[in-house]
């Protein structure tokens, strides 16, 4: 399975520049703000064609004997 | 990729664990007072009406657009070299109580146990405190990286750092099993 990651460039006059992987849909949101809720308020973000694909889903087999 | 942040200046003004959050923040409004500055929700606004976002939390991050930063910088730097001169003096406040409450414990007649669980925590305010005045030492860019692992650490994501030149790359990533 792909790990989910966040990848931050941070340059010497303190900008930032963020960008998620293997995120799929509003989960890469909810991970950024999750993150980062202590530092800044989420407001301006860019979406790449991935973020409209749905997050796989996650599928739990359970068996009964 | 999914989604990309791109276009802002993070300034960490006062890392985590260095104070109380009531004395951070009572350290951080004389100091805005001193800058006859003033907080219009969650705006910091300057004198000349220019203004910047801030989030007041565990930390203090003041957060511009990279399009305003030169014309603010020396202002945000001013606001962090006054809020440290104010933030050491308070701190050592913060340790002198602390080791005073480890003193008051010892005095009552708790048991070992829990005389023992008491002394760990005050230990642990200390250390963290200590580690944060490190932290609030660096200079800003410095700072800020290091308060992103930590809150990556605290979120369960594992950190990778690399520095490619003048920027600093840091990985945050969660494990999928």
Not at chain 1, 35 to 64: G, P, Q
Not at chain 2, 107 to 126: N, T, V
């Amino acid at each position: 399975m792909n790990d989910k990651i966040i990848n931050v460039t941070v340059s010497k006059d303190s900008k930032i520049y963020l960008e998620t992987e293997n995120y799929k849909g509003e989960a890469c949101v909810d991970a950024i703000k999750e993150l980062f809720d202590s530092f800044f308020e989420l407001d301006k973000l860019e979406h790449t064609s991935e973020f409209y694909e749905k997050d796989e889903e996650l599928k739990i087999e359970v068996s009964l004997k | 990729m999914s989604s990309i942040v791109k276009n802002i200046n993070l300034h960490l003004i006062c890392a985590s664990n260095l104070l109380p959050q009531k004395e951070m923040n009572n350290c951080f409004i004389s100091t805005i007072e001193e800058l006859n500055l003033k907080i219009v929700k969650n705006k910091l606004v300057f004198a000349n009406g220019q203004s910047i976002k801030l989030t007041v939390g565990e930390r203090i991050v003041l957060h511009t657009d990279s399009r305003q930063v030169e014309s603010i910088q020396s202002q945000i730097d001013n606001i962090r070299n006054l809020f440290n001169k104010r933030a050491t003096v308070a701190q050592k406040n913060y340790l002198n109580e602390l080791n005073e409450q480890a003193v008051q414990s010892k005095r009552q007649s708790y048991d070992s146990i829990e005389l023992q669980k008491l002394i760990d925590e005050i230990d642990k305010k200390k250390a963290e405190s200590i580690t944060a005045s490190k932290i609030q030492q660096l200079p800003s860019c410095e700072a800020l990286v290091e308060e992103l692992k930590i809150s990556a650490v605290n979120k369960g994501y594992e950190v990778i750092q690399t520095n490619v030149k003048d920027n600093i790359q840091l990985q945050f990533v969660r494990r999928q099993y």
